[in-house]
């Protein structure tokens, strides 16, 4: 797992509470990250941020207007602060985008670079967002790829499911968080 990272991304307040199904998904991600954390893994957090009055945000954006309407994601607004179940610790990087995608708007391309990471560990809300907007991009990069299946979470769990175990293995590991973490464990 060397020259790897962990992205944990959008498990932001109003996100996780649209989204958190009960299913254990905050808990299995703090593991994750600390597992992440002791094999010396760098995590990265991703949040999608918009500047008070949107000036990123163009009206022929169907997917932007949306978020506008439901007044989500103004930086500095407490729902778009990183959940305090998952919150960073010193020495994390927090990379602020504007769109779907990790990399859209972000310096994200540039820490992982400077830190010669070649390899990104996906997890996030949501699996049909931005985990799928990532994955997409960081093929374009030639990043190697691996998705924790268990630590993605959608609104829709058919599309979880469906991008999981049909679409994303065509491009990436998919993997349990529990097969990961065993797989970086310190010897």
């Excluded at 998904?25 to 009055?53: E, H, K, N, Q, S």
Aim: aromatic share 4%; with cysteine.
């Amino acid at each position: 797992m060397a020259n790897s990272a962990l992205l944990v991304m959008d498990v932001q307040r109003d996100v996780v509470a649209l989204a958190d199904d009960g299913s254990g998904y905050l808990p299995r991600l703090r593991g994750t990250i600390d597992g992440a954390r002791a094999a010396g893994i760098p995590v990265i957090y991703v949040v999608m941020g918009l500047r008070p009055g949107d000036p990123e945000v163009s009206p022929r954006s169907k997917v932007m207007a949306n978020i506008l309407r439901a007044g989500m994601f103004t930086e500095g607004a407490p729902g778009t602060e990183i959940h305090d179940e998952v919150a960073p610790q010193q020495g994390d990087v927090v990379v602020t985008k504007r769109r779907g995608s990790a990399f859209s708007g972000s310096d994200l391309d540039l820490v992982l670079r400077a830190r010669d990471i070649d390899r990104l560990v996906l997890t996030g809300i949501a699996t049909s967002a931005v985990v799928l907007s990532t994955l997409w991009h960081a093929i374009d990069l030639d990043f190697g790829l691996t998705v924790l299946a268990d630590a993605c979470l959608d609104t829709d769990p058919e599309v979880h499911r469906m991008l999981t175990e049909k679409l994303f293995p065509q491009w990436a590991d998919v993997v349990t968080v529990e097969d990961w973490l065993k797989a970086v464990a310190p010897q």
